[in-house]
């Protein structure tokens, strides 16, 4: 066979019931010649494969192994959701559901009869073995499927191995009842299962498929077009008229109106929007039309990056499932083992009945093949996943994007946080307030042409700047009319943490602050002053100067977010002491905005680097630390932390910040950050009592069977009420937060 070129396939794949299925689907693939690595996720159906296989094989295999395999790319591919509607349908839609129905008729009589009354018949022992091989069917092929394909020994073959030995004892409705309910039990996981991720895909809101284009063809009278979201291209004018779905990503042009930005930000605010802001797709538009300039193609739009953000997310395993993983692999062997050893040491040391037809569960032979029936871990290996997407999920659609299971872990663990100021606890929309040139002509009035050609020499560099402050600088240019009398500057150069240098019309001018020119250019006494009690106003002066020389200085001044206090005040209830603002500005600045934030504790001053230092230091002292920030300039600070938080990918956040945090916050409302932490608590204490019911439950009937006190169906019975039970409550952390939940969401 010509080797084929090396390749990545998405397949979503149909038919899994538990995600021990999952992992047979995963050896089995590995077995076949070609596959270099894959992976499928149990909780979003998702399977990757890479490597020189072809697709047809692919898709082979897996129907080989007994599941569907649709290839992701394929025309008919994942098709709407189609959420179950009731168990009793869901049964009768599926060949193995009908026949575990079929099963569980046949057994009745043996139930009532043998189980209940403890008496035996003739033609019962037949309907109860009609019972066994009617619901065993499915079993029993998956069973040599594994066997002979993946060459593994899952819960089928155990299953078909302890109902066959029931026979040989001759406990003929044992044998049934073992087989119906683990059929039963398989397809109310299924059935769980697959409610459970229709509800958390139907979170991600569906953007509408269709845009009204404005466009004029050959240069006549505008005209609005019905048109696939797909082709349109960026620069595209749309119309969107009251009330309607915002299509996709853009910049108004014309219109104002409010927005309902929930689907993103989690946020039921109603934010106004009018020329130049900028729309997400997915949002909802208030009652102002509003014309739109396509800013993103729509596989592109801020919510299908969140959408795709959130399924990796999903995908990949947190340190604790890790655990239950390999947990997992070596439980089902031990159980195996055991079971072994009980049936063959007490009869062959101790003289006891290996098997005792007067009363079977005195035989060791029926306690071993008991123990059989426990030895699936599927309570305990959907423990984990069920309850981290669904956090996952509800995070996502509350305005909190979880990176990975990892993230909401580690997050529950923090024991202090670490803010970045401008952007972060502040709006980070600062405005200029004061201008003082150096020769200013009107002293205390800033309105002078001296002060004007400051502001214009500034804006000249800081039109070249990213940085909050320059943006603001550049505004009060345009305000004073003054933008166009310099050219932007060129060799624009940030110095990180300092300011900015750039060369206007031959001239060096720096921009920077206070600090930087206390330390390398020498300025007025007064101006110094002066400025130094602007920084205790809670402002942010900075000073400017051309070839060496002092020119002047502006202030400029950042509101407080009214919701930061009431974070922190949150996060304090919520057991975080330690609470740190790091930032760039001066001692003086810091301390104002700390004391008006509510913090007692901040780190002013600090270049960058001094920033991840920081941290690193926090992560000594406190183990797992959470750093806050914009993403501007606090991108190694974050990476560094424990926990990267990003703000505000909805507000102006930055569009790296939401790929390279660990949690990005949707909105800057950063009351989402003791949300995200209640969540995420909430999230581990489920994790723990799962795992921790699951595990309590096989111990018990581990030991109930080896002393031959319960029967085989009782513990089957067990196992999958656990099973039923954990995923259901993973499943309560797909709902809205409870605490708080009026204060996060003021309007909804
Ligand atoms: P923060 O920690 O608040 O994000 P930065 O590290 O970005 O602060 O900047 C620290 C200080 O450096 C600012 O307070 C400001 O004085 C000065 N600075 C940095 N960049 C600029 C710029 N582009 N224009 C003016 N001042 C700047
Ligand atoms: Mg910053």
């Known amino acids: 066979m010509a080797s084929q070129p090396s390749q990545d396939r998405v397949f979503l794949i149909r038919g899994m019931d538990c995600p021990e299925c999952a992992r047979s689907i995963e050896k089995g693939l590995f077995r076949l010649e070609g596959v270099d690595a894959c992976n499928l996720a149990f909780t979003t159906e998702k399977l990757r494969v890479s490597g020189s296989v072809t697709e047809t094989e692919i898709v082979g295999r897996v129907k080989e192994l007994g599941f569907e395999a649709i290839a992701e790319t394929s025309s008919e591919g994942p098709a709407e959701d189609r959420a179950p509607r009731g168990f009793l349908r869901y049964l009768l839609e599926r060949r ?68 066959l030995g029931a026979v040989v004892i001759g406990v003929y409705t044992e044998a049934g009842m073992v087989m119906v309910l683990f059929s039963l039990g398989e397809a109310m996981e299924g059935y769980t299962a697959s409610r459970a991720r229709s509800s958390i895909r139907s979170l991600m809101t569906v953007t509408p498929q269709i845009a009204t284009q404005l466009s004029s063809v050959d240069g006549g009278p505008i005209q609005q077009i019905r048109r696939p979201v797909a082709q349109l291209g960026i620069g595209d004018r749309i119309l969107v008229r009251p009330g309607e779905r915002i299509p996709m990503d853009g910049l108004v042009v014309e219109g104002v109106s409010e ?78 083992l055991i079971a072994l050893l009980v049936a063959l040491l007490p009869p062959l040391l101790l003289d006891l009945p290996f098997w005792n037809p007067s009363d079977h569960a005195n035989g060791w032979l029926y306690r071993g093949l008991a123990l059989l029936v426990i030895a699936c871990p599927c309570a305990l290996v959907l423990s984990t996943p069920v309850t981290i997407i669904s956090a996952i999920s509800n995070g996502a659609r509350s305005g909190v994007l979880f990176k ?5 872990e580690e997050l529950s663990r923090i024991r202090g946080v670490a803010f970045d100021k401008t952007g972060t606890l502040t709006q980070g929309d600062p405005s200029v307030v004061h201008v003082r040139a150096a020769d200013c002509a009107r002293e205390g009035d800033d309105d002078c042409e001296e002060c004007d050609e400051l502001v214009a020499l ?30 932007e500057a060129a060799r624009v150069t940030a110095m990180m943490g300092k300011g900015v240098v750039g060369s206007v019309e031959g001239r060096l001018v720096q921009v920077g602050s206070h600090k930087y020119f206390d330390e390398s250019i020498p300025h007025l006494d007064d101006h110094c002053a002066q400025a130094g009690e602007a920084a205790c106003q809670g402002q942010t002066p900075v000073f400017i100067s051309s070839e060496g020389t002092y020119l002047g200085y502006v202030s ?78 606090d991108a190694p600070a974050l990476a560094k932390a ?14 790296q910040a939401l790929e390279t945090a660990d949690i990005a916050l949707m909105s800057d409302d950063l009351r989402l950050l003791p949300f995200a932490l209640r969540l995420s608590r909430a999230a581990m204490r489920t994790i723990q009592f799962n795992v921790g019911i ?28 656990t099973a039923l039970l954990v995923t259901l409550n993973g499943m309560r952390l797909l709902r809205r937060p409870s605490l708080d939940s009026a204060a996060l969401h003021p309007r909804s």
């Open 404 to 408: 990975g299971g990892a993230a909401l």
């Open 259 to 336: 927005v309902n930005q929930a689907p993103i930000t989690g946020e039921g605010a109603l934010i106004d929007k009018k020329p130049d802001d900028h729309v997400f797709a997915g949002t909802i538009n208030g009652t102002g039309s509003l014309e739109l300039r396509v800013s993103k193609a729509f596989d592109d739009t801020l919510l299908s990056r969140m959408i795709r953000l959130v399924e990796k997310a999903q995908e990949q395993r947190a340190p604790s499932q890790r655990f239950v993983d390999r947990f997992a692999r070596i439980y089902t062997p031990a159980v195996v």
């Open 642 to 655: 424990t926990v990267g938080i990003a703000v505000g990918g909805a507000a102006g956040g930055t569009d």
């Open 96 to 163: 193995d559901g009908r026949l575990t129905l079929a099963g569980g008729l046949l057994i009745l009589p043996g139930l009532i009869w043998t189980e209940l009354l403890g008496r035996e018949l003739f033609w019962i022992d037949i309907l109860s073995l009609g019972a066994l091989v009617v619901a065993g069917l499915p079993v029993a092929q998956s069973a040599l499927r594994t066997v002979w394909k993946a060459r593994e020994i899952n819960i089928n073959v155990l299953m078909s191995v302890a109902a």
């Open 556 to 633: 400029l001044s950042d509101k407080v977010r009214e919701s930061s206090r009431d974070a922190l005040r949150m996060l304090r209830a919520l057991g975080l002491k330690t609470l740190v603002m790091l930032t760039g500005d001066s001692v003086q600045t810091a301390s104002r905005v700390a004391e008006d934030v509510g913090l007692t504790e901040y780190r002013a001053e600090l270049l960058p680097a001094e920033k991840v230092r920081f941290v690193e230091d926090m992560e000594r002292r406190f183990g797992s630390v959470a750093m806050v920030g914009d993403g501007i300039n």
């Open 458 to 487: 500034a804006s000249a560099v800081q039109r070249r700047s990213e940085h909050p402050l320059a943006k603001a600088m550049v505004t009060k240019s345009v305000e004073r009319g003054v933008q166009t009398r310099y050219p």
């Open 694 to 721: 699951s595990i309590g439950i096989k111990l018990v009937f581990l030991v109930v069977l080896v002393m031959g006190l319960g029967t085989m169906w009782m513990a089957v019975l067990a196992d999958a009420g």
